[in-house]
Nanobody, 113 residues
Framework: VQLVESGGGLVQPGGSLRLSCVAS????????MGWYRQEPGKQRELVAT???????NYAEFVKGRFTISRNNAQNTASLQMNNLKPEDTAVYYC????????WGKGTQVTVSS
């Protein structure tokens, strides 16, 4: 399984970004896709996940600001991030669980004025 993220970048506080992840390879139809993030020197933390049935889980710190979605037919997942804050700065990783964990290489999100 290979995961490729796109959509990171530099944005001002209060701005928006949309991350996308494309999965390929031996993907089972029943799986969970999602996003984690990691700041330098800190542990990787869950941001949001969505199952193939559409069940969604958000970390408390993104509720009301981030929206996760997926397209099962295209094996893609997206993360719409609004009202970004400097503390959202991190490398964001796409994950697919089926039930093994597969990770993308990550995309940098920097929120700064």
């Amino acid at each position: 399984v290979q995961l490729v993220e796109s959509g990171g970048g530099l944005v001002q506080p209060g701005g928006s970004l949309r991350l996308s992840c494309v999965a390929s390879g031996n993907i089972f139809s029943i799986n969970t896709m999602g996003w984690y993030r990691q700041e330098p020197g800190k542990q990787r933390e869950l941001v949001a996940t969505i199952t193939s049935a559409g069940s969604i889980n958000y970390a408390e710190f993104v509720k009301g600001r981030f929206t996760i979605s997926r397209n099962n037919a295209q094996n893609t997942a997206s993360l719409q991030m609004n009202n970004l804050k400097p503390e959202d700065t991190a490398v964001y990783y796409c994950v697919l669980v089926n039930p093994m964990y597969y990770w993308g290489k990550g995309t940098q999100v920097t929120v700064s004025s």
